[in-house]
């Protein structure tokens, strides 16, 4: 039974269109993240929320935008893909002890 | 802001030796400390958690410990195996326990 799913798991499409992620924690955590993690691999946090209210929103154009209907769900939207857009983006959720637990990650490739 | 840097940013070690990873932070005002692994093409697991107030958490082969003050974590690895070869991060989250930020992480190569 995964903890913290999204869909899909690849994602390829043209620059201009728009796109979703979905994700989904069984874990009963309050607060919910997207990351993006980079060619260099590395890992920057997108947004983060608590209780399907936004907490965190790091520097993100404004074609990102983050959707939680309840706390157990933070769907990512996005609109007019760039290439730059071209990335690994992973869902996480976390609790009380904030241990933090990833999703397996959506590979976006926009050509 | 808070910066994580992990060294080395690649390790290569034959089979069965023991070896440690290192984490350092700017800002010693953190939440938590927690350790993942990265296998290529695949999501972060996690490996272990240390609290603010802990000074070390263990789990079967691999030790973590936490010197706050110092910005400093190391991650123990004992008799390596080729299937520990994987990128494994580290992550500190803020005074509220709401942000994680990452390292550059430690591409880790275990020869059989």
């Known amino acids: 039974d995964t903890a913290v799913s999204q869909t899909p798991k690849y994602l390829v499409t043209q620059m201009g269109n728009d796109k979703s992620i979905k994700c989904e924690q069984n874990?009963?955590?309050?607060?919910m993240y997207w990351y993006k993690q980079d060619s260099k691999k590395f890992l920057k946090i997108m947004f983060s929320?608590?209780?399907?209210?936004?907490?965190i929103n790091e520097t993100v154009p404004n074609r990102f935008s983050p959707k939680s209907p309840d706390k157990a769900h933070l769907n990512l939207h996005i609109n007019s893909l760039e290439l730059g857009d071209s990335a690994v983006y992973f869902c996480a959720s976390s609790g009380g002890t904030a241990e933090a637990f990833f999703g397996q990650g959506t590979r976006l490739t926009v050509v | 802001k808070q910066e994580v840097t992990q060294i080395p940013a690649a390790l290569s070690v034959p089979e069965g030796e023991n070896l440690v990873l290192n984490c350092s932070f700017t800002?010693?005002?953190?939440?938590?400390l927690q350790w993942f692994r990265q296998d290529p093409g695949k999501g972060l697991t996690s490996l272990l958690l240390?609290?603010?107030?802990?000074r070390e958490q263990t789990s079967g082969r691999l030790n973590a410990s936490l010197d706050k003050s110092s910005g400093r974590s190391t991650l123990y690895i004992a008799a390596s195996q080729p299937g520990d070869s994987a990128t494994y991060l580290c992550?500190?989250?803020?005074?509220?326990?709401?942000?994680?930020?990452f390292g550059t992480g430690t591409s880790l190569t275990v020869i059989p």
């Open positions: 800002d010693s005002a953190i939440y938590n």
């Open positions: 992550a500190v989250s803020g005074s509220t326990g709401n942000q994680f930020y």
């Open positions: 240390i609290q603010s107030s802990q």
């Open positions: 929320y608590n209780n399907k209210e936004l907490i």
């Open positions: 874990l009963g955590h309050d607060t």
